[in-house]
């Protein structure tokens, strides 16, 4: 699986940006894809994840009722909607794929060494 992810930018605080990550390879459709996020000097975190059906999603706390991940399994794409955005969003966004094993639950998925493929990231920045 190969991700591309776009649609980051500089947008201040409050508003909203739509990422998006495109894949390619026939095994999308039984991937969980995940959104990671990484600040400058921080490690890379969790921000989000839609396993393979769409039916389920993760989120972390911080972006609980702001964020929704979403999937079209027909045009092998990920998006994740950033409403009320926050300085403390900026970070580079990077999408993941991995393999949706059909149990297992957020611990497992929210976890970034269970994700074998990663896009090139992108850039979020908002300023206050």
């Known amino acids: 699986v190969q991700l591309q992810a776009s649609g980051g930018g500089l947008q201040q605080a409050g508003g909203s940006l739509r990422l998006s990550c495109a894949a390619s390879?026939?095994?999308?459709?039984?991937?969980?894809v995940g959104w990671f996020r990484q600040a400058p000097g921080k490690e890379r975190d969790f921000v989000a994840a839609?396993?393979?059906?769409?039916?389920?999603?993760y989120y972390a706390e911080s972006v609980k009722g702001r964020f929704t991940i979403s999937r079209d399994n027909a045009k092998n794409t990920v998006y994740l909607q950033m409403n009320s955005l926050k300085p403390e969003d900026t970070a580079t966004y990077y999408c993941?794929?991995?393999?949706?094993?059909?149990?297992?639950?957020?611990?497992?998925?929210?976890?970034?060494?269970?994700?074998?493929?990663w896009g090139q990231g992108t850039l979020v920045t908002v300023s206050s």
């Open positions: 839609i396993r393979r059906t769409g039916g389920i999603t």
């Open positions: 390879g026939r095994t999308f459709y039984s991937s969980v």
């Open positions: 993941a794929a991995g393999p949706d094993y059909g149990g297992g639950g957020s611990y497992y998925y929210t976890n970034r060494d269970n994700y074998d493929y």
